[in-house]
T-cell receptor, first 116, second 115 residues
Framework: GAVVSQHPSWVICKSGTSVKIECRSL??????MFWYRQFPKQSLMLMAT?????????EQGVEKDKFLINHASLTLSTLTVTSAHPEDSSFYIC????????????FGPGTRLTVT | AQKVTQAQTEISVVEKEDVTLDCVYE???????LFWYKQPPSGELVFLIR??????QNEISGRYSWNFQKSTSSFNFTITASQVVDSAVYFC????????????FGKGTHLIIQP
């Protein structure tokens, strides 16, 4: 159990376009999901916390108008990179948190975004 | 920010050698969790272990072992009799005990096991 999926696995888009990444908890409900970004050969950095039915909370330095997060259901959060630029090229990973117990978090397999 | 420090950027050893990956963390929390993840070239994180702040018992799982010492704020990871398949980037991470925080990761240690 506790499987998290991301779609797409990889995406190439042109500069100036927008791209949406989905994060789904397949076998559990998650009121909270987290979005991380990982640049090549670097660590994972938390971008934002996504809460079902409310606005996301962004980490310092992350542009909320550029990275739109929607958590419309207990099993789905989406991250939309708007007006993407080459510097947004990165590996985006989500995690979904169980709503009980020790609030275990489970990571998705990641989405590799390349902006040309 | 409560940092996680992995001072070893890259370690290279010959297969069958033992290797220890260091992790030092900062925390102001009484309750917190520590983690180790493996990230192979595919990018997908592989969960290795979670430790809560109240459990300082060392843990062994096959060739893997972890040493948690609150006195030195360290959570080190040892691979015994390393194998080529252990080659990957390993991340140490922490989070607070409440349910509202994401993980804070260290910079990672790139482990290379040479045949």
């Amino acid at each position: 159990g506790a499987v998290v999926s991301q779609h797409p696995s990889w995406v190439i888009c042109k500069s100036g376009t927008s791209v949406k990444i989905e994060c789904r908890s397949l076998d559990f409900q998650a009121t909270t999901m987290f979005w991380y970004r990982q640049f090549p050969k670097q660590s994972l950095m938390l971008m934002a916390t996504s809460n079902e039915g409310s606005k996301a909370t962004y980490e310092q330095g992350v542009e909320k108008d550029k990275f739109l997060i929607n958590h419309a259901s207990l099993t789905l959060s989406t991250l939309t990179v708007t007006s993407a630029h080459p510097e947004d090229s990165s590996f985006y990973i989500c995690s979904a948190q169980k709503t009980s117990g020790i609030y275990e978090q489970y990571f998705g397999p990641g989405t590799r975004l390349t902006v040309t | 920010a409560q940092k996680v420090t992995q001072a070893q950027t890259e370690i290279s050893v010959v297969e069958k050698e033992d290797v220890t990956l260091d992790c030092v963390y900062e925390t102001r929390d009484t309750t917190y969790y520590l983690f180790w993840y493996k990230q192979p070239p595919s990018g997908e994180l592989v969960f290795l272990i979670r430790r809560n702040s109240f459990d300082e018992q060392n843990e062994i799982s096959g060739r893997y072992s972890w040493n948690f010492q609150k006195s030195t704020s360290s959570f080190n990871f040892t691979i015994t009799a390393s194998q080529v398949v252990d080659s990957a980037v390993y991340f140490c991470a922490r989070r607070s005990g409440g349910g509202a925080d994401g993980l804070t990761f260290g910079k990672g240690t790139h482990l290379i096991i040479q045949p």
